[in-house]
């Protein structure tokens, strides 16, 4: 029997959780702000625009990310992790073969869309000096990586002389691809990569283009 005044021990009441967030479609979500970001800028693009495009809820969107700037910056992030794995790059004993063989129609409209996708977040370079970092990481500088190790090789094997700058070699094709896009509005076909290679990469390490072969 309980005496009057005592106190009764209280059960201990487990904190009730907060709803655990899904990340299972971060993914789609991010392919889709990739998307958006490449049609419509990050002026024009709004997070209620990519949640349609992957078919999400708005809520989702909003629980995960508590901005448009801080889902710009995961998406151009993921970019980063689609690129080729360079163990899979062409061998074929030549620097300009090698080179010829990375042009592919998918390689070319990836490489285009990854372009328009950095023209649409010129507007927030500025003012988000870490999404500078990583569109550099994403864009410009998976393509780089695979031209240096590329010219590296050429090194190896005795085609290309050691001396070459192949740090800024590298970026000449991204560079050029890059202007063309976002200064001249132009389009990126195989005709224009094999100009880029034949008559500026390969002189630059004193390799003569195969001018008219493809």
Known sequence: MTQLGSSAPVAAVPAKLGRKRDHSRDAEILEAAVDVLAEVGFDGMTVDMVA???????????????????LVLDAVSCMKERDADPAALPDTGTLRGDLVAMIKPHS???????????????SLLAKEPELAQVAHAAIMEPRARINRLLLQRAVDRGEIAPVADLDTIALIVPSMVAYRVLMLHLPVDREFLLSLIDGVLLPAVGVRGAAGSG
């Open 108 to 122: 070319i409209e990836d490489s285009a869309k990854k372009t328009r996708v950095m023209a649409g977040i010129v």
């Open 52 to 70: 349609a495009r992957a078919k999400a809820g708005k809520a989702t969107l909003y629980r995960r990310w508590t901005s448009k700037s801080d």
